[in-house]
């Protein structure tokens, strides 16, 4: 790993948004998570989450490899249990929902904790995730159509929270920075991933790192390390 990739990576680390987040209810479709995903990263996002029966759980394995490395994706069996995890976490949760109490999507503060519930490409939001959801949220539009492909209306609603977090300098000083040790490891895991698998595979610990990101490890990792 270069330094300059190395200095590129804890930039990025120490500007991501750990609270705001997104959170797809049964988006099953490869090519719309993986758009989703790139959107995410672009925006700073650290994790979405994704409500997905068992059945459909092979739909993060068929996204842009590239994203996911960037942008964890934490799945929840149901709805429920994705909304106890957000709130837990002391955020709003916004769902794209065309109905009378639904708000422009760019009247809402995105700078506090938020989350935003998108549905999937057939049904839209289920309503448990709307009557849990504490403000609807609708993206007015002028044509005959009432909605938008779910990756173009994640990104649409990312860049206004992207545009309001800027203007309030949070990606400079984001108001939740992300623990040191999951620092340290996507450092290493994605600075120096054929180490990594070794290390994962013979349950060594990561060592750290030094100023230009390289391994600082002590003679007896290597030897581990290099043992068949």
Known sequence: MSPERYQKIVSVLNSRQADLTLCLEQVHKPNNVSAVVRTADAVGLHKIHA???NER???LGHTSAGARNWVEVETHETTQQAYQSLK???????????????????????????????????????DIAIEMADQDIVIPMLGMVQSLNVSVASA???????????NKDMY??????LPEQVI??????R????????????NLPYPPLDDAGQIMADPHWWAEMQRK
């Open 51 to 53: 409500v997905w029966p």
């Open 57 to 59: 759980m092979q739909t």
């Open 88 to 126: 837990a976490q002391g955020m709003q949760i916004l769902v794209t929902n065309l109905s009378d109490k639904a708000v422009d999507f760019r009247e809402v503060d995105y700078t506090i904790p938020t989350a935003i519930v998108l549905g999937g490409e057939k049904y839209g939001t289920s």
């Open 156 to 166: 649409l609603i990312l860049f206004e929270a992207q545009r309001q977090r800027h």
């Open 172 to 177: 400079n000083n984001p108001p939740v920075k």
């Open 184 to 189: 340290q490891k996507t450092l290493f895991e």
């Open 191 to 202: 600075g120096h991933p054929v180490l990594a698998k070794v290390a994962k595979r013979k």
